[in-house]
Nanobody, 115 residues
Framework: QVQLVESGGGLVQAGGSLILSCIAS????????MAWYRQAPGKQRESVAS???????NYADSVKGRFTISRDNAKNTVYLQMNSLKPEDTAVYYC?????????WGQGTQVTVSS
């Protein structure tokens, strides 16, 4: 059974915007923290943004001021609003949710930013 479903990736020109969504199944349990990671070709997976159940947020320096993470607990969904996209943002983006001290990963969604 698929527990997390991501959507919203695609091809966008530099300076453009995208919104990523990650919907968790109700069967996954009570979600604590949620986060977005990304992995570019030949690079390690890195944390992009995280949000607690109380909506406290943290961002990587590289995206601060451009990306916004948010969550809708009623919909069991985490979002990543990405503005002013740069070619270096190109990567596969993965959502991660923490449930009872266990992490679950989404399937990944490709974001490609052209020059």
């Amino acid at each position: 059974q698929v527990q997390l479903v991501e959507s919203g990736g695609g091809l966008v020109q530099a300076g453009g915007s995208l919104i990523l969504s990650c919907i968790a199944s109700a069967s996954i349990g009570r979600i604590n923290n949620m986060a977005w990671y990304r992995q570019a070709p030949g690079k390690q997976r890195e944390s992009v943004a995280s949000i607690t159940r109380g909506s406290n947020t943290n961002y990587a320096d590289s995206v601060k001021g451009r990306f916004t993470i948010s969550r809708d607990n009623a919909k069991n969904t985490v979002y990543l609003q990405m503005n002013s996209l740069k070619p270096e943002d190109t990567a596969v983006y993965y959502c991660n949710v923490e449930v009872n001290f266990r992490g679950y990963w989404g399937q990944g969604t490709q974001v490609t930013v052209s020059s």
